[in-house]
Nanobody
Framework: QVQLVESGGGLVQPGGSLRLSCAAS????????MGWYRQAPGKQREWVAA???????NYEGSVKGRFTISVDNAKDTVYLQMNSLKPEDTAVYYC??????????WGQGTQVTVSS
């Protein structure tokens, strides 16, 4: 079992920045997939960004150029740097790690609110 602890959420004004962190209880070096998802009130959870074990990254269209997913293997932590935040980015953000085909873990979620 892997525990994922997220942090870094909060209230920010439009145009501001936040960096979310997802600390894992197991080495992330062996994870084949690391992703961030979000769920806004009344909406389904949606994929935001992903990083494969080889370093390839991909982003949902509305966040491309504004969000960056990165990792620190020494700290077993996955980050999501969010810049130029918009009110429509308001949601609970979740990290997701996968090891092989059978192991998948979710964080508890961290609230991001973008409002003036």
């Amino acid at each position: 079992q892997v525990q994922l602890v997220e942090s870094g959420g909060g209230l920010v004004q439009p145009g501001g920045s936040l960096r979310l962190s997802c600390a894992a209880s197991r080495s992330i070096f062996s994870a084949n997939y690391m992703g961030w998802y979000r769920q806004a009130p009344g909406k389904q959870r949606e994929w935001v960004a992903a990083r494969a074990s080889g370093g390839f990254t991909n982003y949902e269209g509305s966040v491309k150029g504004r969000f960056t997913i990165s990792v620190d293997n020494a700290k077993d932590t996955v980050y999501l740097q969010m810049n130029s935040l918009k009110p429509e980015d308001t949601a609970v953000y979740y990290c997701n790690l996968r090891y092989g085909r059978r192991e998948e873990y979710w964080g508890q979620g961290t609230q991001v609110t973008v409002s003036s």
